[in-house]
Nanobody, 112 residues
Framework: QVQLVESGGGLVQTGGSLRLSCAVS????????MDWYRQAPGKQREWVAG???????TYADSVKGRFTISRDNAKNTVYLQMNSLKPDDTAVYYC??????WGQGTQVTVSS
């Protein structure tokens, strides 16, 4: 059974930083691409960043240059380092494994 557990969310001021983690169990982590999504109140869930099994990364334009996705295959964990946070980044952040597996989400709130 594949399980994803996010952590690291919280309340931060504009311009601050947070690092999200997503621990994956029950799968061959290193062989799968991983993505981060977010969903703000009243909005659709949107893709934020992705990392392939070979380490290549992609980002939404809205976070490019501010967020960094990375993975540690030894720890079966994917990270999202978020810098220069803005109030528009406020959302529940979810990680997703290829094949449609989702975590429960972690709340990120950026105060102005």
């Amino acid at each position: 059974q594949v399980q994803l557990v996010e952590s690291g969310g919280g309340l931060v001021q504009t311009g601050g930083s947070l690092r999200l983690s997503c621990a994956v169990s029950g799968s061959t982590f290193s062989k799968n691409s991983m993505d981060w999504y977010r969903q703000a109140p009243g909005k659709q869930r949107e893709w934020v960043a992705g990392i392939f099994s070979d380490g290549r990364t992609t980002y939404a334009d809205s976070v490019k240059g501010r967020f960094t996705i990375s993975r540690d295959n030894a720890k079966n964990t994917v990270y999202l380092q978020m810098n220069s946070l803005k109030p528009d980044d406020t959302a529940v952040y979810y990680c997703r494994r290829a094949g449609g597996y989702w975590g429960q989400g972690t709340q990120v709130t950026v105060s102005s």
